[in-house]
């Protein structure tokens, strides 16, 4: 393949890095990985409420990473409640996977961005064989999707096994206890799985560019191997 193409297609690769450590960074923050609905189960009870009865009892809440905001409802009126996970639940959750999951999402920006400049230093300068050439492009890649997957499976189950929407809708609730009717991943979750997928797209835009895949032998290489044999 011509050099000029190859630089297009690293330079493509690497702003589709940039734009995901980006991506990653905002999701980060931002409290819009979970959008879930709760129900004011001790209410609805007391008055034995079924149908539209239900929608006085409906809360919702939305919370990310660090902190989320919410409103309860058990037929008096809404409450709203904000919270944080530093350090208001550090008693109600499960603190090794949710610290997990910010350190994964931590590294996989340093990685994207680390990805990036080598993208951007094979389209533009002289790369080294091993460090900076397509083998380190395709280790960063497989790295980086991995540590964006590792990202999406700890937090579900935090959420799911873990029961982590129900741990805060009841958080420091005496009187009532709150159940979970529904929730759904919203707009960070899927930041982070779009990132995943644009790692593995880079792969191939690497194999793309004419590089083999690790450990691929190529025709040549199979070619000298069975003469070397033949020789013996």
Not at 88 to 115: E, Q, R, Y
Not at 184 to 194: L, Q
């Amino acid at each position: 393949m011509p050099s000029q193409q190859k630089k297009i297609i690293f330079c493509m690769a690497g702003v589709l890095s940039f734009a995901c450590a980006l991506g990653v960074v905002t999701a980060l923050g931002t409290p819009l990985w979970i959008k879930a609905t709760i129900l004011c189960k001790t209410g609805a009870l007391l008055v034995n409420a079924s149908g539209q009865e239900l929608d006085k009892f409906m809360g919702e809440m939305q919370y990310g990473l660090f902190h989320g905001e919410g409103v309860r409802q058990c037929g008096l009126g809404a409450r709203p409640f904000r919270f944080s996970f530093f350090p208001d639940l550090l008693k109600a959750i499960p603190v090794s996977i949710h610290v997990n999951v910010i350190l994964f999402s931590a590294i996989l920006i340093v990685l994207t961005m680390v990805g990036t400049a080598f993208f951007m230093y094979n389209a533009f300068g002289k790369p080294f064989e091993t460090l900076h050439g397509p083998l380190g492009l395709y280790l960063l890649s497989f790295i980086s999707g991995s540590c964006g997957c590792l990202v999406m499976m700890l937090f579900a189950s935090e959420v799911k096994i873990h029961h982590l929407s129900e741990k805060i809708a009841n958080y420091k609730e005496g009187t009532y206890v709150y159940k979970m009717q529904s929730e759904k991943y919203t707009t960070s979750f899927w930041v982070i799985f779009i990132c995943f997928f644009v790692h593995f797209l880079n792969g191939l835009l690497i194999r793309l560019a004419g590089f083999q895949f690790p450990f691929a032998k190529s025709k040549d290489a199979e070619t000298t191997n069975v003469a070397a044999d033949l020789m013996y």
